[in-house]
């Protein structure tokens, strides 16, 4: 019994660790997928536009959370230097900082029922209602 | 009759609805702004130019308040208006400016255009000098701190404003190559002087046929990017020393400014880098005048957490010093020439500081700053060395 429990453990531990980040995207997204230094360019706002001309809309999640650590690293931004690059851009009348939403659930929800919208989630919530243009493994 | 009733009364209905339904699809203006407050502590000096006893002040050091709205796809308008140093007319301290109004159409990432009254973009710094809650320092690089106008000349070491600018950048896989060109008045504006009887001028236009040209390329490689920067246009301030050096007129007008800058910045890790280096030249040919000048600065930052950052930087500024001394009085072309004085001043200032943002809104920032200013007067064979500390605290809040 203690060395099921500790097997149980074992491998819970293994699959959170392994656990995903998906970047989903709404359905009229244009492309399938998308490779890192364009959704780099994405989410700082280099680029705005599909290549259709359809702007893109980038979300953000507003609290700190392994999901958004994840992804940020992955980009090789920390979350104050993408505030950073938002404010300034603000600031200097360039731009606006992403929609920064509550949970994945709402990003979800935003994503799908938003044209040309980007975001990311756990890839365990993604559903059918949006596309995925990568998954980010957690290594 | 009737049917011609009911037919204008459905095409006002559609009327209506259309433009109502065109309204809804303009963005609403938006309305943001920061402001930044300080208390600063300056420790005196005494010396045989001047001696300054310690003092410090509190200070809403400086206000912004900008408008914006995107009228259409791909335009957009801002106005930025600017509040210094506690301004109050009633008082008649501190100052207000306009210091933006333009409307920019972009085309996409290779092309934006920006018409109206802008900072131009030279270096790193120039578009965001005032941006306080961008900033980590209470005392800014020294050509980009207004406070510090007294000892240096800020409004000649960078470009303060453009008309028109076209910038953006093109993408070759991983490089981003950005440039930017721009276009602006000379320095020679008509200002409104009491004492100017005789002049009766619109005040804010350029009084000569001179124009402002200028520009930056640059690179970007993920967090690195670099550039350089250039402008040239022509100026006038040498006219009123027409009357006391023997040369040719003509040498004293439009005289050719240039500008060469170069920046640096290094994200990696938690560490930050930002350097840059400013050339001013007066390409004049008047014997035993001149004023160029040179700045640089770096700064290195470390950043704690997701809210804290430490940092240290250099600032050195380099100028030539010409002045003359004239006496007189009544009309201005009998004044005499009583000395010509020329020499160097240097102003070096290595400082530390620490800024920590609170909910992103807010940010609280110190710094550290032991001025040094050494220079020599050539014609007299003097030296001068004045050291003093500045201390500075501010909270920066955007809104």
Known sequence: ?139 | MRKCLIIWIHLILILTITISQGQSREKPLSIFGYFQNSFFHETGYTHWIESQSAYNSFNLQQLNLFLQKDISSGWRAFVDFQFLNTFSSARRWGSFNIEEAWIRYRLNEKFTLKLGLQIPIFNHLNEIKNRTPLLPYVVRPLVYETSFSEFIAVDEYTPTSAFVQAYGFILLKNIKLDYAAYVGNSPNISWQDPNRQFESQQTGIDTTDTILLGGRVGIRIGEFKAGLSSTIDYVNFFEGARDFIDAPPSRFSEIPRIRFGGDLSYHIWKLSLWAELIKLTYDDDIPNVSINKFFYYATMAYRIGDDALVYINYMKTEEDITELTVSGEGDPTSFQLIQLLTGRQNVHVPSCGFSYTLFDRLAFKAQFAPVKLKGNVETLDLEFDINFNYYALAISVFF
């Open chain 1, 1 to 139: 019994m203690k060395v099921f429990i500790i097997i149980t453990v074992f491998l819970l531990h293994f699959f959170q660790a392994q656990a995903q980040v998906a970047v989903i995207a709404n359905k009229s997204v244009p492309v399938d997928e998308i490779d890192k230094s364009a959704l780099i360019d994405y989410y700082v706002r280099d680029i705005w536009v599909w290549n259709n001309n359809e702007p893109v809309t980038v979300f953000d999640l507003k609290t700190k959370s392994d999901i958004k650590d994840k992804f940020y690293n992955f980009l090789g931004k920390s979350p104050s230097r993408m505030k950073s690059i938002w404010m300034k851009q603000m600031l200097s009348g360039e731009g606006k900082p992403p929609e920064a939403l509550a949970s994945e659930n709402e990003m979800l929800e935003k994503v799908s029922s938003t044209t040309g919208s980007i975001g990311f989630i756990s890839s365990s919530n993604a559903t059918s209602d949006v596309k995925i243009l990568i998954e980010i493994n957690s290594d």
